[in-house]
């Protein structure tokens, strides 16, 4: 599964739209993106992924560029509840494949 | 729906004693995973089922390490003698047989003193 990159951390005003970035250069033709985050003292939870199109579901919207080296997940309209770690992973599909995370992205919304 | 259900929430111990713990899946999900997550790092897949099979146990210390799935459904982790080392929150998800979104449980938090 191809090595993404993303900021350590990200803060954004209630309200606003939180817009977080992933590096994923080496992706390959058959690797989706997957995003999950992390509320504190949770398990992870799946947001949303992709492939080529752009996507969107109830939770958040994911941006994924021509040519598939990077992506955004756009949370429209954070709430202190977004407060979170978001990870981005790149992952081939299939009975055996896994989720390897990263550190991720620890978003702060405040006030 | 129910989520996955995992017990105990917390557990203290101290090294060189023994420790379990157990998940409950979603209903239907064929496949369980056991991941190993180190405060400020992201989790790491220790263990996966399919059915009562393991799929890939490649990142558990077998030394010290167990997990069974006998019935394929519910599932325990052993740890047996633990370190200091294996302080960590033990997350179990779970997912429908060659699904990609899996479903985490809210995890164990295990300290060794």
């Known amino acids: 599964d191809a090595k993404t990159t993303q900021p350590t951390s990200m803060d954004c005003a209630e309200g606003r739209a939180a817009n977080l970035p992933c590096n994923h250069s080496t992706i390959s033709g058959n690797e989706y993106v997957y995003w999950y985050r992390q509320i504190h003292s949770q398990g992870p939870q799946y947001i949303i992924h992709g492939l080529k199109n752009n996507e969107t579901n109830e939770m958040a919207s994911l941006i994924i560029t021509e040519d598939r080296k990077s992506s955004t997940l756009i949370l429209p309209h954070a709430t202190l509840r977004d407060t979170a770690v978001y990870y981005c992973?790149?992952?081939?599909?299939?009975?055996?494949?896994?989720?390897?995370f990263g550190t991720g992205t620890r978003l702060q919304v405040t006030l | 729906e129910a989520g996955v259900a995992q017990s105990p929430r917390y557990k203290i111990i101290e090294k060189r004693q023994s420790v379990a713990f157990w998940c409950n899946p979603i209903s239907g999900h064929a496949t369980l995973y056991w991941y190993q997550q180190i405060l400020g790092q992201g989790p790491k897949l220790l263990i996966q089922?399919?059915?009562?099979?393991?799929?890939?146990d490649s990142q558990l210390p077998k030394d010290r390490f167990s997990a069974e799935r006998l019935k394929g459904v519910d599932s325990t982790l052993k740890i047996q003698p633990a370190k200091l080392e294996d302080s960590a929150v033990y997350l179990c998800a779970s997912s429908l047989a060659g699904g990609n979104i899996q479903y985490f449980g809210a995890g164990t938090r295990l300290s060794v003193l």
């Open positions: 089922f399919q059915n009562n099979g393991v799929v890939d």
């Open positions: 992973i790149a992952l081939y599909t299939g009975t055996a494949s896994k989720l390897t």
